[in-house]
């Protein structure tokens, strides 16, 4: 099976139909989400659509829990936007696509297992909110307990920046590897990068493709990093006065 994972999606409609249509060449069998479907973009509802739509697995991510409950651990222009997007969700401009997507979010997973992979927003330990950066493998006792909790290979994303964590406290960005990796005897945690809201510098959309392989071939995954018109995507931004400006010109810089 080829599963294409796709993650932090943020309300980032010119991003995610980018995707979608490259993810349409690649012989994909499924997509899985891994969350943040809505949050920081101009386009929540037509990105839960798609989703709904497009998506075999789909996971709760932090931003998607804020928009039905009151946010926590956010930023102001965080939650300034994820009330913005609540409003969104609830105008009484589209009362039956609103109450299919609230439905909808309302019954996400905070996780998902497909033996020997297992899928999540955050991490094996909190799946919804905790953060595994790249500097995390300096932090031997955090890493050490997150791969305890790991049976095989953890995919996630949350921080908006790909790469391939392995037991033995190494990080490898896309770049490092070819944009690709073959998943061997060890554990890994495998973040899926961003569609919507790249943090690694790279403006471009990220998402991975997981081969599962068979008897004679080992799990492989293919990064893919896909450009799109992420100048479309920030004018919708500025034009909207509950939105802060940083959230569209930080997708320029992929920060």
């Known amino acids: 099976m080829r599963r294409a994972l796709i993650s932090d999606i943020h309300g980032n409609l010119e991003a995610l139909e980018t995707v979608l249509r490259d993810i349409e060449g690649q012989g994909v069998d499924e997509i899985y989400c891994l969350g943040d479907v809505i949050g920081y973009g101009p386009n929540p509802r037509e990105c839960i659509d798609l989703v709904i739509e497009n998506c075999a697995v789909t996971l709760l ?20 936007a994820i009330f913005w997007t609540r409003g969104q ?84 960005a896309p770049e490092e590897i070819d944009h690709e990796y073959t998943l061997g005897d060890g554990k890994l945690l495998i973040n899926v990068g961003s569609v919507g809201q790249p943090r690694d510098g790279d403006p471009r959309a990220c998402y991975t493709i997981l081969d599962d392989g068979d008897g004679a071939r080992a799990p492989r995954i293919n990064y893919r990093r896909i450009p799109y018109d992420f100048e479309k995507t920030i004018q919708k931004i500025h034009a909207i006065p509950d939105l802060e400006p940083f959230l569209g010109d930080r997708l320029r810089q992929g920060r």
């Open 61 to 80: 991510g932090n931003h998607d829990q804020g928009a039905m409950f009151d946010p926590d651990g956010f930023n102001v222009g965080a939650e300034r």
């Open 89 to 172: 969700l609830e105008s009484s401009t589209d009362r039956a696509g609103n109450e299919r997507r609230w439905e909808f979010l309302g019954e996400l997973p905070r996780s998902h297992k497909a033996s020997p992979f297992l899928f999540v927003h955050g991490s094996p330990r909190n799946p919804l909110s905790e953060y595994i950066f790249p500097e995390d493998i300096y932090n031997h006792r955090k890493m050490e307990r997150l791969f305890q909790m790991v049976d095989r290979y953890c995919f996630q994303g949350h921080t908006h920046v790909p790469g391939v964590f392995t037991e033995g406290f190494q990080f490898f």
